[in-house]
Each structure stands twice: as C-alpha cells, then as structure tokens.
C-alpha cells in the first residue's frame, strides 16, 4: 500500500517567508509526528497527534512553528518568517496507536528546507 | 545529559564480524526501545523494536535491553558493506519517541 509521503520534496525559500510542509500519513494511522534533521544531526521531536486527542507540541521550538491536522489524514507544519536556522529535513511519520507503546513509526521521504 | 546517547563514530568494522552498537537513555519510565537505519540522504526505516529486557533476534540482528542500566545495544553480526549506514537509537517515553543522534557504521571489504 502507499506509504507516508511529504510534499515538497525541496523548499527554497528567502529569509522572514513563511513555508508550509505537508503531511499525508498512511491511512489509517491515528498517530503522527514531525521530526527535524540538521544536517550530520539526529532527529529532533516537534510534534506529535493522536486521533482527537490534544497534540503534544512540547517540541516545537518557538512559536514561529505550528502544525495542525485534519482528523487522521493530511497534517500541515507551518513555519512562519523564516530564519536560516531552520534550514533543516522536515520528517514526518505515522503509526498505528496501540496503546502498548508497540508503536512501529514509518517515515516520509522528508521536505528538505533551505533558508537563504 | 541528553535524553538518549549514542557515540557518533564512526565505527569501523571489517566484512564479516559483529559490529556492535550502544546507545543509554535518562528515563527510568521509558516503555520501548526501537533501532533505526538511515543511509545517507534517506529516511529513517525500522530495524528493530524490544520491550522486555534481555535480547530479541531477527536474522543478523540482535536488541539487548537491560533496564537497570538504562542501556540498549544493537548487535550486527557476519556485516556487510550495505550494513554501512548511520543507526539511530529510540526511546518512547508516554507519547514522544525521542532520538539519538546516531551512530556512524562503516564497513570495510
């Protein structure tokens, strides 16, 4: 079946813009994160949505970053006024939520992102 | 302290043998414990996940967990050159699966 893809592949964007990454889970995952990866860096926690639940947004960095999501589908990772810094590959993923902590993650190709 | 520890590499290792992987965590409640593998320009893909202590094998890969210790380990063993990639270590902790930043494997013919 699909996997989780991620659109833009590439965003090139000019310093103070505001970008917005998108998410398509696969379907029927209830669970998605979004990670951040630096360059050579690991991977970063941002955000995390489970079904209707309130997300857990303890990751995101400053409030020039939000996320939203449409039920179980599409999400949405807003960056507004852009800053160099957060040039970066924006990872997506999803799971299935079985409450057991059993929870296989399967990623998106990302949405590499250069600030100029 | 991070959250979750890995040494960065790069870790070599000749054709063959085991390669061995380290990684601690912080937090005594962390539930899971999972490897990933990430080649260089793409995303991370699961290798394997362990929830009990001791080891959990699946072919040439081996999880130890040991709690106590707050420390999980991947082993490789017979490595090949496409086993050279970057693997990441995670830990969940309630909802956030927080990551190492990896660790760098190289293996050499």
């Known amino acids: 079946g699909a996997g989780v893809s991620q659109s833009p592949s590439n965003k090139v964007t000019e310093k103070g813009k505001d970008v917005e990454l998108r998410c398509d889970p696969i379907?029927?995952?209830?669970?998605l994160y979004w990670y951040r990866q630096r360059l050579g860096q690991g991977l970063e926690f941002l955000i995390y949505?489970?079904?209707?639940?309130?997300?857990?947004k303890s990751g995101l960095p400053s409030d020039r970053f939000s996320a939203e999501r449409t039920g179980e589908s599409v999400s949405t990772l807003t960056i507004q006024r852009t800053q160099q810094e957060d040039s970066a590959v924006y990872l997506c993923?999803?799971?299935?939520?079985?409450?057991?902590?059993?929870?296989?993650?399967?990623f998106g190709p990302g949405t590499r992102l250069t600030v100029l | 302290q991070k959250e979750v520890e890995q040494n960065s590499g790069p870790l070599s290792v000749p054709e063959g043998a085991i390669a061995s992987l380290n990684c601690t965590y912080s937090d005594r409640v962390s539930q899971s414990f999972f490897w990933y593998r990430q080649y260089s320009g793409k995303s991370p893909e699961l290798i394997m996940s362990i929830y009990s202590n001791g080891d959990k094998e699946d072919g040439r890969f081996t999880a130890q967990l040991n709690k106590a210790s707050q420390y999980v380990s991947l082993l490789i063993r017979d490595s090949q050159p496409s086993d050279s990639a970057t693997y990441l270590c995670?830990?969940?902790?309630?909802?956030?699966?927080?990551f190492g930043s990896g660790t760098r494997l190289s293996i050499r013919p």
């Open positions: 379907s029927g995952h209830t669970a």
């Open positions: 949505f489970q079904g209707n639940s309130a997300p857990d």
């Open positions: 993923a999803s799971s299935l939520y079985s409450g057991s902590g059993a929870d296989t993650q399967y």
């Open positions: 995670a830990v969940k902790r309630a909802s956030k699966i927080i």
